[in-house]
């Protein structure tokens, strides 16, 4: 599972004005339109599964809306211009700023679902639980919904009926607190005043407040003489409200919540609203902001699937950055949640947390790839990426209510160079962000695609090097008889590393010793790699990298390479990877067989089908059309071993050659083609080149089609 999170509001806003404290008019907004289907597409192909949309939820701006029949927010009780995603003005509607056509954006949105469920991810969103904005009204609710404190008693503080808590009749006092909106002689009005969304039970809150939110009442109330009381039978008025709002959004397609603060909020509520929500909708995933260690356990029993490991393995992952901590300490973090292991969501970046590339936190984008890959690799559990991070985008801006402090403003309209360039402009990349982009997204795939990375078996491999601790950290992962050898290195210079493989290892992966085939799956280079009961692997691991051996071990005999079946074929990859194109389009386009006759040569190929039909000439041409849009896919090229009895269904074995032996290797071009082969290819169609058909035949006595072709 790879989450990407998108401040939905600056993606694919190009307008480069950025002023400082800029409005709409002037700055610009990211469009839900703006995800259409090649841009999905772009981002699953980094290895994305799931995509977190951030500020779907209309919230609180300055931007007037009020012709629209939208409330005008007051410019007192809103961060900066574009104002916070977490301070929610109505559950029931979308933020307008996102949307091309303003009444229609609700359709917008369902599209917008509809597109990325297209392109095989599914959708995450923004869910905040615990506060709403001071102004919250709903004007889109479904008919017969009671507004959020409609039906409250303001001269009680507390109620279990009331949806807010208050200020025994006390008018809100926001002296001292600067919004930037250049509108402080109007004041704002609020009485009595609401109880501040950070848990502040006083009319007077500061300038680091939450001050724009107010806090929603669950039950619980916080100024009982004897401590916190909870009054949760019967059911309290805002659980039955926002388990509404949330069934709302999972009709709508969502497939997941990322629930803001959810430590905030108690656990009884979320036991009983996740036990409603998947109920009705099975599959539902529900991810928490829970910052307290101690009550990791409590939230995943009440109905949470995942949990930021923020005060975990991503405070433990920067210290090592910033070289701060051994990389003993990842083994540490590991080892405090390994009961829960599969639950705990990994990441170096978020809307909250500062850029690697920032100058508050490692200063050079490169320096985060180690984290990264012990990130994607060391476990099974999820992964998340910050929109951006994949470029080194550096957060350095000083944009207006947001500072220049190595964030990326979640108040301020704008927009960003490095997602610009990276999505609608790569022309414009450097050659230091092409990579990095490429090395992302390689771990980010094996993540998914590599069964040793998807379903392995972990092993930790620092206990026996300490001599690593200063700034390395190596692991194993294993399935079947795949094997992945991984050290990354954190240091400013290359690294040579002798890495000991304990006998523990051996029994614990069901390894024996041998000397195996092993290829560098960033590099793809090749080398032998010798694995024994208490000796050393020695590796070279570049600065600010890592390696990943992967090794396929035969079953037969564990000390000699797996041979499949040999040939003596001198391939060329580009126009092999590109005969397995050229047999599933000609199986769709004509419903024929694949191939079996054909000889792949690198200055020409020549290759034969049997037809119903002999093509016309607008059909000769769209094979050549499609050839290349496949190819400009840049699917990816993986490998699958199998035995025969664990064939996928559509695959047939006819063709292997009579020396073919139990374990058969399938080679995959995304979800586009799979078929059993031994051949070289290349890494994904990218690397193909240029289809160009040089000419046809008809042999009309045996209704066969031959294609001359060549690759470029």
């Not at 392109?119 to 639980?129: G, H, N, Q, R």
């Not at 032996?661 to 994904?684: A, F, Q, T």
Request: glycine share 8%.
């Amino acid at each position: 599972m790879i989450i990407y999170q998108i401040l939905t509001r600056l993606f694919g806003n190009r307008n480069t004005t950025r002023k400082a404290w800029g409005t709409m008019a002037e700055n610009g907004s990211g469009k839900m339109n703006n995800f259409d289907a090649a841009t999905l597409k772009r981002i699953r192909r980094q290895g994305v599964t799931h995509v977190w949309f951030t500020g779907i939820i209309r919230h609180a701006s300055q931007t007037d809306y009020s012709a629209c029949g939208i409330p005008r927010q007051h410019a007192r009780v809103v961060k900066g211009r574009a104002g916070s995603p977490y301070a929610i003005t109505d559950y029931y509607d979308v933020d307008p700023d996102l949307a091309t056509d303003v009444p229609r954006r609700m359709e917008e949105w369902e599209a917008l679902v509809d597109r990325v469920h297209k392109a095989d991810m599914k959708v995450i969103l923004d869910f905040v639980p615990n506060h709403v904005a001071r102004e919250y009204r709903s004007v889109c609710r479904p008919q017969g919904v009671r507004d959020l404190g409609e039906d409250d008693d303001q001269n009680m503080h507390f109620s279990p009926r009331n949806n807010f808590y208050y200020c025994w009749g006390r008018p809100l006092c926001l002296d001292g607190i600067n919004s930037g909106s250049g509108d402080d002689a109007e004041p704002y009005t609020e009485v009595p005043a609401k109880a501040t969304g950070n848990d502040l039970f006083d009319n007077h809150p500061g300038q680091n407040d939450w001050y724009e939110t107010v806090k929603l009442n669950y039950g619980v109330d916080y100024c009982d003489a004897g401590g916190r009381s909870e009054h949760f039978d019967p059911v309290p008025d805002t659980w039955l409200k926002m388990a509404d709002i949330l069934l709302f959004w999972a009709a709508k397609g969502v497939d997941g919540f990322r629930c803001d603060m959810a430590e905030m909020v108690p656990t009884a509520f979320w036991t009983y609203v996740t036990a409603r929500l998947k109920a009705a909708h099975p599959g539902l995933v529900f991810i928490g902001e829970v910052y307290d260690p101690t009550q990791y356990r409590a939230y995943i029993a009440s109905g949470f699937d995942y949990l930021y490991d923020k005060v975990g393995m991503y405070d433990c992952l920067r210290d090592i950055i910033c070289g701060r901590r051994p990389t003993t300490d990842i083994t540490a973090q590991w080892q405090s949640t390994d009961d829960i292991r599969d639950h705990m969501l990994y990441f170096l970046e978020n809307h909250d947390e500062q850029r690697i590339a920032s100058d508050f936190f490692a200063g050079d984008a490169r320096k985060g790839l180690p984290a990264h890959i012990v990130s994607c690799l060391l476990q099974t559990n999820p992964y998340m990426l910050y929109a951006g991070q994949e470029f080194g985008e550096r957060g350095m801006d000083s944009e207006g209510f947001s500072g220049r402090d190595g964030r990326t403003t979640i108040f301020d309209y704008w927009s960003l160079d490095t997602l610009n360039h990276g999505f609608y402009d790569s022309r414009q990349l450097s050659r230091d962000e092409r990579e990095l982009n490429a090395a992302y997204t390689a771990v980010m795939r094996m993540a998914g695609e590599e069964r040793a990375a998807r379903e392995g078996k972990t092993f930790d491999l620092m206990y026996v090097n300490p001599s690593l601790a200063d700034n390395r950290f190596a692991f194993l992962r294993k399935a079947g008889n795949e094997l992945l050898f991984v050290a990354v290195n954190f240091g400013d210079s290359m690294s040579s590393c002798a890495v000991r493989i304990p006998a523990h290892a051996f029994d614990f992966m069901e390894l024996s010793e041998g000397e195996w085939e092993a290829e560098e799956l960033l590099t793809r280079h090749h080398r032998r790699l010798v694995f024994k009961r208490e000796g050393a692997v020695e590796v070279d691991v570049p600065a600010h990298g890592g390696v990943i051996y992967k090794i396929i071990i035969s079953d037969k005999d564990m000390n000699e390479d797996l041979i499949l079946n040999g040939h003596n074929k001198d391939e060329f990859p580009p126009a092999h990877t590109a005969e397995h194109l050229l047999n599933r389009l000609m199986m769709r386009m004509f419903g024929c067989e694949r191939s079996r006759n054909a000889h792949i040569e690198r200055k020409k190929s020549k290759i034969s089908y049997v037809l119903d039909h002999k093509p016309t000439r607008k059909e000769e041409k769209a094979i050549a059309d499609e050839m290349n849009r496949l190819i400009a896919e840049d699917l990816p090229v993986t490998y699958e071993m199998v035995d025969r009895d664990h064939i996928p269904e559509g695959v047939t074995l006819d063709r292997l050659p009579d020396t073919a032996g139990e374990k058969l290797r399938l080679v995959r071009i995304g979800d586009y083609d799979v078929c059993p082969c031994i051949g070289k290819h290349v890494r994904s169609t990218g690397q193909i080149g240029r289809f160009e058909l040089l000419g046809t035949n008809w042999d009309q006595d045996t209704m066969t089609f031959r294609i001359r072709f060549k690759i470029v």
